[in-house]
Structures are given as C-alpha cells and as structure tokens.
C-alpha cells in the first residue's frame, strides 16, 4: 500500500472517530489537497514527496492519483456509495471505511498533523471549503493565468512552488 | 471531557508523568496543554509542558501569580520539557484550573518557536505552530 492510500485510509478513519463515517469524493479531494498545501506551508515538504500530481477543474484541484489510489481500495477497504447530504442538492459519490487498519505507515507526528488538518476543515460545509481551496496560493495562481490569458486552465497542473513557508516557520528557522 | 481542553489551558495533574526519560516519573503538577485531545492520535492524551514553581531561566514563561490567583508562588512554564499525559492523570480540581491570557499566548508562542527551532520532527514542530496560530 503506497503513502497516498494509507493516508486515504487515516483519513477516513479520523473522520469516522470525529463523527462523519463517510466523506464525498468532494470533502476527501479536498482534504488531501489541503493536507499536501499546509504540509508545504508549515515543513517546507511535500506531504507525498511530490508523488500526488492535482490539476484544476471545474470545482476546483482533482488528482488522478487519488482516483487511482480509490480503486485500489474499492471493495477491499473502503466502499463508493452515492448519498445525497443535506448540503447539496444533488446526491454524491460518498466513500466509508468497510475495514479499519489496525497501524498505519505513518508516523505519530504525521498522523497528527493531520488531525490538525481535519480539525479544521471536517466541519465545514463544502461550500466554505470551496471556498478555502480557492483561496490557497497554486489556485490563486491558475485563476491569475487564466485571467491573464483569457483562456480555460481546466486539466493543468497546480503548481505548489508557489506555497510560501509560513511566516512564524521562517522565524523558528531563523531563530 | 477530553474534547473540551483546549491549547493553552492550564491543567492540575494529580499524577503528572515525566515522559521524556527511559524511567517515567509521576509527580503532582501544574501543566500547560501544548496540544489538545482532539488533535492526538488517542483522544484520552494531551501534550504538555510542566510547569513549576522552581525558578527556571532558559526557553520558559513566567506566570505571574497575581494573574493566574491557583498559584501559590509566581510559576514558570518549561518549554524544555514535553510530555505525553493521559486524563486520567488529572486531579479532582474543576479543569482546567486556567487559560493564559493573550498576552502570555503571544509570550509562550514566541518561546515556542525558539524551543522548536531544535526538534528534527519536522511535523510535530508544523502541527504545535499550526495549533497555536489558531489561537493568538
């Protein structure tokens, strides 16, 4: 199992603790995208040593490697339901655990990092973190490129080399 | 009860474990949350600093008995010392005893990342930072 699909898996189970026992492909896209952009803000490093590509889409970063990483788990740890939520009017393809790993390839500080994450983001309403990814430094960056060029970036790699180190990370480094 | 402490709360541990040594040792203490329930990997764990009324000058905050009145003496958090605790540990006291005030959350975090400059755990350094910024 490759670092993507164990953090898939944490992921799932976290959320599951924290209440939600299972998660649109929209909130888990999300999420990992999140986890891979806080990861370079706040270490420097890519979460999935530059293993994950996302590109933007309509609604927003899609990773063809997490569509993979779900097939593989399909039927064998998790299953792929369509649910509708009372969030959105439309039902949606919703993922659970239907068997929970005992350990995870991860270590303590990595798992909780991503706690922190989930913390912060399971809450919202997919709205709000529409709204979030859309804010985050290789989003802003696309949708400046498209402006520029007037034209439609839909398929095209994000670019996280353009996340900056957090402010206080660089005074800690400084220190 | 796990859920609701919070960063920078100040707890009473009637069994307060020393993590940080090969032979963990208990003892009663005050101690400050460096990370809460909700993010440890076990719901029933905090991270914490202790803190003690023995005065300490390197990587620690004062408290000002004046300003947190459960002390009996001016107190100091030590940043130096990091330790996994468990709630059982914690004593009858109403918890938590306390919560720094904004000005001790800003004192504390600046000491934080000068503490943190010397970790190698590259994650454990991002999620303390992530989870105090969300409270200064």
């Not at chain 2, 307060?16 to 090969?22: A, I, K, R, V």
């Not at chain 2, 009996?72 to 914690?90: A, E, M, Q």
Request: aromatic content about 12%; charged content about 30%; hydrophobic content about 35%.
């Amino acid at each position: 199992m490759n670092r993507l699909e164990e953090t898939i898996l944490y992921v799932l189970s976290r959320a599951k603790q924290r209440g939600k026992d299972n998660l649109s492909k929209f909130e888990l896209f999300k999420f990992i995208y999140l986890l891979e952009v806080e990861s370079r803000k706040f270490t420097g490093r890519s979460f999935f040593s530059n293993d994950v590509v996302f590109v933007r889409q309509k609604n927003g970063p899609i990773s063809v490697d997490i569509y993979d990483a779900l097939n593989n788990l399909d039927n064998k740890y998790i299953r792929i339901s369509q649910r509708k939520k009372e969030d959105y009017p439309y039902a949606r393809h919703c993922l659970s655990l239907i068997k929970e790993k005992k350990t995870y390839n991860l270590e303590e500080s990595e798992m909780m990092f991503i706690n922190s994450i989930l913390e912060s983001y399971l809450p919202l309403s997919i709205k709000k973190l529409k709204n979030i990814v859309y804010k985050t430094e290789p989003m802003l960056d696309i949708q400046d490129k498209e402006k520029e060029t007037n034209q439609d970036m839909n398929g095209r790699p994000l670019d996280f080399n353009t996340i900056s180190l957090d402010k206080d990370v660089v005074d800690l480094i400084a220190n | 009860m796990s859920i609701e402490f919070r960063t920078s709360d100040i707890l009473h541990f009637e069994k307060y474990c020393f993590t940080d040594s090969d032979n963990p040792t208990y003892a009663r203490h005050y101690a400050l949350v460096l990370l809460p329930p909700a993010v440890m990997n076990y719901s029933n764990n905090l991270l914490c600093a202790v803190i003690t009324s023995k005065k300490t000058k390197y990587f620690a905050l004062k408290l000002l008995k004046s300003k947190y009145s459960f002390f009996n003496v001016d107190s100091y958090v030590c940043f130096r010392r990091r330790d996994i605790n468990p709630l059982t540990g914690l004593s009858n006291k109403k918890q938590p005893v306390g919560k720094l005030d904004q000005i001790d959350i800003e004192r504390a975090f600046k000491i934080i990342k000068r503490i943190y400059n010397y970790t190698s755990d590259v994650y454990l350094m991002a999620t303390v930072v992530r989870e105090w910024k969300k409270i200064l």
